[in-house]
Structures are given as structure tokens and as C-alpha cells.
């Protein structure tokens, strides 16, 4: 079993920086890709930023020259550097990590850690 658990949400106001980290444990096949997606109210859960075991990320448009992903392999462990934060940004942050064990997909969720971005 996998398990994935965040941490570094909190209140911050607009312009302002905050670090999230996620660390896996668990059986954890390489390669691997983790990443952050993230889910205002009434909104649908929407694509962050990933990266890869090899090192390669991707951003959401709104976010890039921003947010900045980054991981630890040794640690299994993934984090999100989050700068000039805006008030539309408040959700809650999902960690997400994905592997194949043979031709089969897996998909792991962390619980969510809230980001409030307001003044």
C-alpha cells in the first residue's frame, strides 16, 4: 500500500509564499511521476504542476514563472514552491503520484492540505 501525506498549507496573504511538501511510503515503483493538482469550491480538480523521477516538470499556464516543483527521490518526496500567490489560488492542494506495475496504472492520492490566499 501507498501513502502519500502533505503538508504546508496555511493562511497567507495575496503576493505572499508558501512551501508544500508531500512524502510517499509504501511500494514505490520507478519511474514514477508525482505531482499537485489542486480544487477551489465548486470547482473541479485541476492540474498544478508534475514532475518526473528523471527530473522533467510541467505547469499549468497560470502558474508558471511562479510555482516552482521539485522532488527528492531518496526521500520519495515532492514539494511546491509557491510565490506571488493569489486570492483565486485558494483550494485545496492535492499531492498525486502515478506508476506503472507492468501494464497497469496506479494512482495515489493524498488527503489535501488547504491554501488560503487572502487578505
Known amino acids: 500500500q501507498v501513502q502519500l501525506v502533505e503538508s504546508g498549507g496555511g493562511l497567507v496573504q495575496p503576493g505572499g509564499s508558501l512551501r508544500l511538501s508531500c512524502a510517499a511510503s509504501g511500494s514505490i515503483f520507478s519511474p514514477n511521476t508525482m505531482g499537485w493538482y489542486r480544487q477551489a469550491p465548486g470547482q473541479q480538480r485541476e492540474l498544478v504542476s508534475t514532475?518526473?523521477?528523471?527530473?522533467?516538470?510541467n505547469y499549468a499556464d497560470s502558474v508558471k514563472g511562479r510555482l516552482t516543483i521539485s522532488r527528492d527521490n531518496a526521500k520519495n518526496t515532492v514539494y511546491l514552491q509557491m510565490n506571488s500567490l493569489k486570492p483565486e489560488e485558494t483550494a485545496v492542494y492535492y499531492c498525486?503520484?502515478?506508476?506503472?506495475?507492468?501494464?497497469?496504472?496506479?494512482?495515489?492520492w493524498g488527503q489535501g492540505t488547504q491554501v488560503t490566499v487572502s487578505s
Open positions: 498525486n503520484l502515478n506508476f506503472l506495475v507492468g501494464l497497469t496504472s496506479r494512482t495515489y
Open positions: 514532475i518526473t523521477s528523471g527530473g522533467s516538470s
